[in-house]
């Protein structure tokens, strides 16, 4: 089966950094996605790991560690439009040929002045 | 480029009525998947399909239908709506294979009274 957990809610400053932490047990592993999602909005793609180690994306980084089932997102200089729900999502290895990814809650982040 | 459309966006069913969400991708994507988004589950998939012709059932499948009659199309059905299944129903699309995820559609809203 499947477990994610993640923070229901963190609040940061606009400027800083903020790490959003994810810990996961999937069958079968095959990867680790991070979405953000806008109030109202559909998710859309931030970042992919599969193998363990830092993933850099301008302002957005994400680690791995499958040995650990452990990942986080890291958002530096945060601005007022990152306020928003981020998704943790592992993908688990194809069985019946699909691609599933199992998603999180997610994360509701609220960037203050 | 559209990417994943889904129509309608919102919709208003009365208890037992049947309706059918519409999505479109014109990314020549193989699976297709629909979920279901409710306030404190996260996205739960309803059914998915790897392919024209073929469909599984994901995690919560009761009470909904689906159909893949072409591969750019993938249809989510419900004959006798429920007041359980008001909720927000995202398309999605993806390769099968590789770093790319999923796209999502912009979703739809439906409320059953």
């Known amino acids: 089966g499947q477990n994610i957990d993640q923070p229901t809610e963190m609040t940061a400053t606009e400027g800083a950094i903020v790490q959003i932490n994810c810990t996961y047990q999937?069958?079968?592993?095959?990867?680790l996605f991070w979405y953000q999602q806008h109030a109202g909005e559909a998710p859309t793609f931030l970042s992919y790991?599969?193998?363990?180690g830092l993933e850099e994306k301008g302002r957005f980084s994400s680690f791995l560690s499958r040995s650990k089932g452990y990942s986080y997102l890291l958002l530096k200089e945060l601005q007022m439009k990152d306020s928003a729900s981020y998704l943790c999502?592992?993908?688990?290895?194809?069985?019946?040929?699909?691609?599933?990814?199992?998603f999180g809650t997610g994360t509701r982040l609220t960037v203050i002045p | 480029n559209a990417g994943v459309t889904q129509t309608p966006k919102f919709r208003v069913l009365k208890t037992g009525q049947s309706m059918t969400l519409l999505c479109a991708q014109d990314?020549?994507?193989?699976?297709m998947y629909w979920y279901r988004q409710d306030p404190g589950m996260g996205l739960r998939l309803i059914h998915y399909?790897?392919?024209?012709?073929?469909?599984a059932k994901g995690e919560v499948p009761d009470g909904y239908n689906v159909s893949r009659l072409k591969k750019q199309n993938f249809l989510l059905g419900l004959e006798s709506a429920a007041p359980s299944q008001t909720s927000v129903y995202f398309c999605?699309?993806?390769?099968?294979?590789?770093?790319?995820?999923?796209?999502f559609g912009s979703g739809t809203r439906l409320t059953v009274v």
């Open positions: 999605a699309s993806s390769y099968s294979r590789g770093p790319t995820g999923y796209t």
């Open positions: 999937t069958s079968g592993f095959n990867g």
């Open positions: 790991n599969v193998l363990d």
């Open positions: 999502a592992p993908r688990r290895a194809p069985q019946t040929g699909a691609n599933n990814l199992f």
């Open positions: 990314m020549n994507h193989e699976y």
């Open positions: 399909s790897v392919g024209e012709g073929t469909t």
